[in-house]
């Protein structure tokens, strides 16, 4: 099976513009998971959608938004960048809506705002 | 509020020798523990988990200790392997009621140990 592969791999944007992330799951997958990885934080669970609605939020502001397809695909949206956001976004897909909660990575996305 | 802490950002082993990875957590209705290996421009991938009903879980040379009472788990390796080297991250999870349906279980994640195994 083919796995988590996230679109574009690299992006650089510049404060006050919007960026749109890509993730297609595995195969099956319903549950997708978006976390943001920065060098101070680690890795922040941002949001989780299953069967196109979100079924979980972390604590980040209303810039960052996301969206799930009836494929199961989904797109993370972030608005007005800050410089701040500049991190790997990771999108995870797991098999269940319940347990086991064993979560497939992508590669991610390198986003950097200038 | 940090609820998954590594205490240890970095961490060095000879090869052939045993890593120990440590990792607290403070939500005492985390009921599920994940330890993910992630090597630089590439997603974590799964290295193994624990449920919270077992003290111990082993996979070859990895196995993972929980203990509950002290809100603490370690991840062993042994032997430790020159491929080994990379960041470790623990991860805990419970099931979230914020929403009505069926449960989601986001993982909670330490900052990470960077592991580097010496040949």
């Known amino acids: 099976k083919a796995g988590v592969t996230q679109t574009p791999r690299y992006l650089i944007k510049t404060r006050g513009q919007q960026v749109t992330l890509s993730c297609s799951p595995i195969s099956g997958h319903r549950s997708v998971s978006w976390y943001q990885q920065t060098p101070g934080q680690g890795l922040q669970f941002l949001f989780e959608y299953f069967s196109e609605t979100q079924r979980n939020k972390g604590n980040f502001p209303g810039r960052f938004s996301g969206r799930q397809f009836s494929n199961s695909r989904s797109e993370m949206n972030v608005s007005t960048l800050e410089l701040g956001d500049s991190a790997l976004y990771l999108c995870?897909?797991?098999?269940?809506?319940?347990?086991?909660?064993?979560?497939?990575f992508g590669p991610g996305t390198r986003l950097t705002v200038l | 509020d940090q609820q998954v802490k590594q205490n240890s950002p970095s961490l060095s082993v000879q090869e052939g020798r045993i890593s120990i990875l440590n990792c607290d957590y403070t939500?005492?209705?985390?009921?599920?523990f994940l330890w993910y290996k992630k090597y630089p421009a590439e997603g974590p991938t799964f290295l193994i988990s624990?449920?919270?009903?077992?003290d111990k879980n082993e996979d070859g040379r990895f196995t993972v200790f929980l203990n509950k009472s002290a809100k603490h788990l370690s991840l062993h390796i042994v032997p430790s392997q020159p491929g080994d080297s990379a960041v470790y991250f623990c991860?805990?999870?419970?099931?979230?009621?914020?929403?009505?349906?069926?449960?989601?279980?986001?993982?909670?994640f330490g900052k990470g140990t960077k592991l580097s195994v010496i040949p």
């Open positions: 995870a897909s797991s098999l269940w809506t319940s347990g086991p909660r064993r979560q497939f």
């Open positions: 939500n005492s209705m985390f009921d599920y």
């Open positions: 991860a805990a999870s419970a099931e979230s009621v914020a929403y009505s349906g069926a449960g989601s279980y986001q993982l909670t």
């Open positions: 624990i449920s919270s009903i077992k």
